[in-house]
C-alpha cells in the first residue's frame, strides 16, 4: 500500500480522532475524509506527506 496515491474514505460515517497510519502512505496526494465526525486535529505526521495535495 505504499503506492497508494488517492484515498477516499468519505460519506463512511467514520468518527474518532485520526492517527498516524498515514504516514505508512507516502506517496498519498489526495485524502477525502468529507463527511464523517472526526475530532481532534490533524497528527503532526502529515507534515511527512510531501505529496499530498488535497485534503
Known sequence: M????TLNLGKNHL????TDMFSQL????T?????NRFSGSLPKSFQHLKDLKTL
Open 26 to 29: 507516502p506517496k498519498l496526494s
Open 15 to 18: 468518527s474518532g480522532q485520526l
Open 31 to 35: 485524502l477525502d475524509l468529507s463527511f
Open 2 to 5: 505504499g503506492d497508494l496515491e
